[in-house]
């Protein structure tokens, strides 16, 4: 199993950012596909998350401002960031729950299975 992440990078404050993450060893278009975020010195907390059956779902902090789509044909996900802010400055990681997961435990991060290594998004001007 893989998953990863990419995209991160160095955006002004106001700019965009878009997330990928590919997956590869197990069935994706089976998996909630969700995106974490943990800021330094802070936990890891929930952004969005794409779920099997289709839908999506978003943090209060980013809802407006962030888009979470995936491709099962590619099995990618993906996590188009706008208007960012230095408050969203952290590491981003892309990960799958499984077929069955209860879908109010999808913002918490016990619920995935498995992980990406995460990507860097850092807001500064």
């Known amino acids: 199993v893989q998953l990863q992440a990419s995209g991160g990078g160095l955006v002004q404050p106001g700019g965009s950012l878009r997330l990928s993450c590919a997956a590869a060893g197990f069935r994706f278009n089976n998996y909630n596909m969700g995106w974490f975020r943990q800021a330094p010195g802070k936990d890891r907390e929930f952004v969005a998350v794409?779920?099997?059956?289709?839908?999506?779902s978003y943090d209060g902090s980013v809802k407006g401002r962030c888009t979470i789509s995936r491709s099962n044909a590619e099995n990618m996900v993906y996590l188009q960031m706008a208007s960012l802010k230095p408050e969203d400055t952290a590491v981003y990681y892309c990960a799958a729950a499984p077929p069955g997961t209860i879908l109010s435990s999808l913002w918490t991060q016990n619920s995935y299975t498995y992980w990406g290594q995460g990507t860097l998004v850092t807001v500064s001007s």
């Open positions: 794409s779920r099997s059956s289709g839908g999506t």
